[in-house]
């Protein structure tokens, strides 16, 4: 049997050239949502709650916040070809997200790319968004998607797993990963818990690095 490899990629700002769920926050959402960002960027607050906080600030139609993603989400112009590397050398890609499913599922069928996906599942009500966490570990509030228990049940099957991203909530997975691509927050937080990554801007960049990656 051949050497069993996974990509697991964050969305936001990775896969995306930045992140969506911000630009859908700047947009809709009045000022204070930056006060929750500086809490959780200072690791006083979880990527959960922040985001609940956050988005619970809005008050806008789907189909509005949808319209306004098509018109700034912008897709890493390397990643397809990326995909395609990745095909033909037999290795899986996975999307593992804290952003939220609404908008992660119609970028991807607007772009034509067909993956698995975990993220967190957002609810509409009444010009509302409360958000459900299908993929959480029951034993952690920190996260919605839990990042670092897909790479252990990818493992337990006997994959080797790169691991490429940006931001907080993607330290816990780059620890334990055989292979990091970090950028951004994620790439401070590396240096700063002494973890070896390869630096990256596009996912050229990291079919560099995989396809040396044996």
């Not at 228990?149 to 334990?176: K, M, N, W």
């Not at 951004?184 to 596009?202: K, M, Q, V, Y």
């Amino acid at each position: 049997m051949g050497l069993k490899r996974v990509v697991l990629t964050d969305f936001d700002g990775t896969i995306t050239r930045r992140d969506v769920s911000e630009t859908i926050l700047e947009e809709f959402a009045p000022p204070e949502w930056w006060d929750i960002e500086e809490l959780h960027r200072a690791r006083r607050i979880g990527t959960r709650e922040s985001m609940a906080r956050q988005f619970a600030l809005i008050n806008a139609r789907e189909d509005d916040l949808l319209a306004f993603v098509n018109e700034h989400a912008e897709l890493d112009e390397t990643f397809r070809e990326f995909m395609q590397f990745c095909d033909s050398e037999g290795i899986m890609v996975e999307i593992v997200s804290e952003g939220l499913d609404f908008y992660v599922h119609h970028l991807l069928d607007r772009w034509g790319i067909d993956l698995p996906v975990r993220a967190n599942r957002a609810i509409f009500e009444d010009g509302h968004v409360t958000i459900a966490y299908p993929y959480a570990d029951g034993t952690c509030t920190l996260c919605g998607t839990c990042k670092l228990g897909r790479l252990f049940q990818l493992r337990t099957r006997g994959f080797r797993v790169a691991y490429v991203g940006d931001g907080h909530s993607d330290l816990c997975p780059a620890i334990e990963a055989d292979l990091v691509f970090a950028k951004g927050e994620l790439a401070d937080l590396c240096r700063e818990e002494t973890i070896e990554f390869i630096p990256f801007d596009r996912f050229s960049d990291v079919q560099r690095g995989i396809a040396a990656w044996r």
